[in-house]
């Protein structure tokens, strides 16, 4: 249970449960006026913060093949949904008379960077040959920086090598580390705390690599026996013709990893 799922919002569902109208053209985003219907205690610098990164997903969900599509389209809901809950916790957790501070010219550039990122990995022919560290890269920093708030403090390190695929899979690579990394940041679910993230790109010899995202704010078995939240990592993995594993970190903490194969 997240913690913005226990507040009295005397409108529930809290998070509206939005799905993808494929007779609009492959809609992925739900409207952010519908979703704050179910939120009336919502910031306004908030809502301005979250109307940037709702525009990533609104345009560009649908760009691609048709097989592709459905997945783009449930990605970019399910990713919504975690900015809606993670920038809620930045405003419940922010002092009342430093609200205005929660949308400060620094936080919008990160924001609208970020959606920038997203759309400029979908407007690539798919099958053209990409480098891949920076984008992912970008995305680790850019999230870390726009959503430590919601957690405390974040110790964010990242051991990235350079590799190259198809856009199609540089975009699921992405998109697979923006869902673990929000799942690690919506783990801390009760008081602000001191939290270590890893995200790593590796090789594997000449014919695989990894994307592994590392935290220690959930113990290994906790992770391991909850099951998958919400198969949007697991969807991208399928695409890099993998799946999602968890392995021990530090003792204290959970790694999400993907293996996948190159030259595919």
């Known amino acids: ?53 709702f525009t990533a997903g609104e345009n560009h969900a649908g760009i691609g093949c048709d097989t592709l599509r459905p997945l783009w389209a449930t990605e970019a809901v399910g990713r919504n949904c975690n900015f809606l809950r993670l920038s809620l916790l930045r405003q419940l ?76 899979q540089r975009r699921a690579l992405v998109l697979a580390a923006t869902d673990l990394i929000m799942r690690s940041l919506l783990k801390v679910n009760e008081e602000p705390q001191q939290m270590q993230m890893v995200v790593a790109l590796r090789t594997v010899g000449t ?19 909850a099951g998958r939240q919400d198969g949007i990592a697991d969807d991208m993995a399928s695409l890099l013709t993998s799946e999602v594993v968890y392995q021990p970190f530090n003792e204290r903490g959970v790694t999400a990893k993907i293996t996948f194969p190159l030259h595919v």
């Open 93 to 168: 957790r922010a002092k009342p008379e430093a609200d205005d501070s929660l949308a400060t010219d620094k936080q919008f550039a990160l924001a609208t960077r970020l959606a920038d990122l997203y759309r400029q990995i979908a407007n690539v022919p798919e099958r053209r040959k990409v480098p891949c560290s920076q984008a992912l890269c970008s995305t680790a920093d850019y999230l870390v920086a726009l959503f430590e708030p919601s957690v405390g403090s974040i110790d964010l390190e990242t051991e990235i090598e350079p590799i190259v695929l198809p856009a199609f």
């Open 1 to 53: 249970m997240y913690l913005t799922d226990t507040i009295d919002t005397r409108r529930p569902p809290f998070i509206p449960d939005v799905s993808v109208d494929p007779g609009n053209g492959g809609q992925a985003a739900p409207r952010f006026e519908y979703a704050c219907n179910f939120v009336p205690a919502i910031s306004k610098t908030t809502e301005r913060l979250l109307t940037v990164l």
């Open 207 to 225: 014919r695989h690599a990894y994307i592994a995202v590392s935290d220690d704010a959930t113990p290994f078995h906790t992770a391991s026996t």
